[in-house]
Structures are given as structure tokens and as C-alpha cells.
């Protein structure tokens, strides 16, 4: 089927199958090889921190953190930053403090509001595992590419974060 040119800035419109823009066997290749790097980069560096007994979404929550004034962030903010339900960040933070890394603090003037706040161990932890993951990144993904090519995917791929930050929220 040929593609279509169609504007879908904010939602693709529904359209019968016949006028569906189909992926030509070019972009076919390349969405399928940006899914596949995605999913084997994850894997790869979840299992790298294994030994350190973090998940991939405890780091990103360390790292967040460790870069936040005063290493605390709002519970909503930091759900935001990671992209994770309140819900399914409410249990991250819960076993994430059973761990010693990260306590809760009510927000002052704010009785619903919480913070999320990086305790010494978990400012620890981050010191001591920001190198090997970085070691990691950069032998799975980084060296991977000519600096050429790394300023070619970040233009590529900017405007597509910026469009889905754009969406988030939006129903």
C-alpha cells in the first residue's frame, strides 16, 4: 500500500483501512529498528544493574533525584519527569524506602503533597553506580555512532520528544 501524506500533529485522524497511511518497507525497517534497539538497550542495562539490586526505573528515579534541589522532588513532578503513573510510582518510592534509598516528606503548607527525598544511602548508591551505568551507556549505545551520526539522531529524534512532551496530558 502507498503511503499517505497527512497532517497528524495531534491525533491521527481515523480513516477507513484503504486510506490508512501505511509504513512504506523504508520506515517499516526503521520503526522496527528503533523499537528493537529500545528494547535490548533496556534489557541490556537493567541487567547491568542488577548487581547493584537496582531496576532501570530505580536509577532513573536515583538520577533524577540526585540532580533535584535539596536531591527532593514532588511526588506528582517526579512522576512526570519519569514518565510513571502516581500509582505505579507510589510502590516504586515504597520499595525504594524499604531499600534506604529514598524517604517521603510531606510538603510543607500542602497536606495532600509529598516529596520524594534522596537519602544519604541513596545518594551513596547513586556515586557508586553512575559509573558503571555511564561504562554502559556508553559501550551499548554512545560508542556505537560517529560523533556525526549522534548529532544526526539527536536532531532527528528532538522534534519527536518535543512534539510527545507536547501531547502529554492531553486526552
Known amino acids: 500500500m502507498d503511503a499517505h501524506t497527512i497532517d497528524t500533529a495531534d491525533n491521527?485522524?481515523?480513516l477507513p483501512e484503504e486510506e490508512t497511511p501505511w509504513l512504506t518497507a523504508r520506515e517499516q525497517r526503521m520503526w522496527r529498528a528503533h523499537l528493537e534497539v529500545a528494547k535490548l538497550l533496556e534489557y541490556q542495562l537493567s541487567r547491568e544493574l542488577q548487581p547493584h539490586n537496582?531496576?532501570?526505573n530505580d536509577y532513573e528515579i536515583l538520577v533524577v533525584l540526585s540532580e533535584a534541589?535539596?536531591?527532593r522532588m514532588r511526588m506528582t513532578d517526579l512522576a512526570t519527569a519519569t514518565l510513571q503513573?502516581?500509582?505505579?510510582?507510589?510502590?516504586?518510592?515504597?520499595?525504594m524506602e524499604n531499600a534506604g534509598l529514598v524517604l517521603r516528606q510531606e510538603c510543607p503548607g500542602d497536606r495532600r503533597g509529598l516529596y520524594a527525598h534522596l537519602t544519604e544511602q541513596g545518594w551513596a548508591t547513586m556515586q557508586r553506580v553512575a559509573p558503571d551505568h555511564v561504562r554502559s551507556v556508553r559501550a551499548h549505545f554512545i560508542d556505537r555512532f560517529t560523533p556525526e551520526q549522534l548529532d544526526a539522531m539527536y536532531e532527528a529524534l528532538?522534534?519527536?520528544?518535543?512534539h510527545l512532551r507536547g501531547l502529554r496530558g492531553r486526552s
Open 85 to 95: 503513573s502516581k500509582s505505579r510510582l507510589s510502590h516504586q518510592i515504597t520499595r
Open 54 to 56: 537496582l531496576a532501570i
Open 158 to 162: 528532538a522534534p519527536v520528544a518535543e
Open 69 to 71: 534541589p535539596d536531591h
Open 12 to 14: 491521527p485522524p481515523s
